[in-house]
Nanobody, 123 residues
Framework: QVQLVESGGGLVQTGGSLGLSCAAS????????MGWFRQAPGKEREFVAR????????SYSDSVKGRFTISRDNAKNTVYLQMNNLKPEDTADYYC????????????????WGQGTQVTVSS
């Protein structure tokens, strides 16, 4: 089993930055695909970013491309999401996810999930 714990959420003004972390425990996730998703109130969970096991391949949703950066430190069993130039529409609960085999943008394809961390961007 893999346990994921997100941290780093909070309240920030438009144009500000936040860095999220997702710490994994239970087993190493160095060979896992890791993803970040978000869910705003009343909306479905949506893909934000993903990273393959080595960190050499990443991709982003169009809405965050150029503003967010996903990275990982396999030695620390941790994945990160650096969010810059935040906008009110980025307000959501952010979730970290892991899967051993699927390099996917679909939430249902990820086996393990964290509990989420809240990000609020004020205008």
């Amino acid at each position: 089993q893999v346990q994921l714990v997100e941290s780093g959420g909070g309240l920030v003004q438009t144009g500000g930055s936040l860095g999220l972390s997702c710490a994994a425990s239970g087993r190493t996730v160095s060979n896992y695909v890791m993803g970040w998703f978000r869910q705003a109130p009343g909306k479905e969970r949506e893909f934000v970013a993903r990273i393959n096991w080595s960190g050499r391949s990443t991709s982003y949703s169009d809405s965050v491309k150029g503003r967010f950066t996903i990275s990982r430190d396999n030695a620390k069993n941790t994945v990160y999401l650096q969010m810059n130039n935040l906008k009110p529409e980025d307000t959501a609960d952010y979730y970290c996810a892991a899967d051993q085999s699927r390099y996917s943008v679909v939430a249902l394809d990820y086996r393990y999930w964290g509990q989420g961390t809240q990000v609020t961007v004020s205008s």
